[in-house]
């Protein structure tokens, strides 16, 4: 049963600190997407990956967030220095592709800064 | 570019009543259109997707949509709704010949009693 994978499903984590979360896609989706999700804001695009390039981070706060695909079977979204207001889910999906197939999300990593 | 507004963000009813969840959406061209679920503490999963062909969509757990280009609607429904149905539900779009990056709308949080 092919799935996304996401690592770690819980951090709780300080202020200041580091985070990294990672995404391992369905083998042979082209396409992954970083989302966030809270109460306030709903489901929002971060970043989009096609076959492996960046195409889309507008909705990324460039100056703590980074997002990277070092091969095609690793996403990493990264957080540095973590703020409080970070504190949220944050879903990584993956998909082939193509306007008629939808996106399969992972359980997502809950991230509490503190 | 597409918008999906979703009419209501809580929908409470009793158990084994009938469910509308409503769904509307604007783009300047043709679309298509998904419904995914997302049950607590989980990523989303797809219930069911409009590419062409009959307007009626039957997707799991006995949820069904129609689409109404006239009305530019994507309504959920299930005749009888169980408490396991308990999640939020997110409607989302592509737009043909659009990027490959769906626009989900705010989610309606279904709320079954006993």
């Known amino acids: 049963d092919a799935r996304v994978t996401q690592t770690p499903r819980d951090k709780v984590t300080e202020m200041g600190q580091e985070v990294t979360m990672r995404c391992q896609p369905i083998l042979g989706h082209n396409t992954v997407f970083w989302y966030r999700q809270t109460m306030m804001q709903g489901l929002e695009l971060l970043a989009y990956?096609?076959?492996?390039?960046?195409?889309?981070d507008s909705g990324m706060p460039k100056d703590r967030f980074s997002a990277e695909m070092p091969d095609a079977t690793l996403a990493t979204l990264k957080i540095q220095p973590s703020e409080p207001r970070d504190s949220a889910v944050y879903f990584c999906?993956?998909?082939?592709?193509?306007?008629?197939?939808?996106?399969?999300f992972g359980q997502g990593t809950r991230l509490t800064v503190v | 570019a597409q918008s999906v507004t979703q009419l209501d963000s809580q929908v409470p009813v009793f158990e084994e009543a009938p469910v509308e969840l409503r769904c509307n959406y604007s783009?300047?061209?043709?679309?298509?259109l998904f419904w995914y679920v997302q049950y607590p503490n989980q990523g989303l999963q797809l219930l069911l997707k409009y590419l062409s062909g009959s307007t009626l969509v039957k997707g799991i757990n006995g949820f069904e949509a129609e689409f109404n280009k006239s009305q530019t609607s994507f309504h959920l429904r299930k005749p009888s709704v169980h408490i396991s149905d308990t999640a939020e539900y997110f409607c989302a779009v592509y737009a043909s010949g659009g990027s490959y990056i769906p626009t989900f709308g705010r989610g309606t949080s279904l709320i079954v009693h006993p």
């Open positions: 999906a993956s998909g082939l592709g193509h306007l008629n197939t939808e996106a399969f």
């Open positions: 990956f096609r076959n492996r390039a960046p195409l889309d």
């Open positions: 783009s300047s061209v043709s679309v298509y």
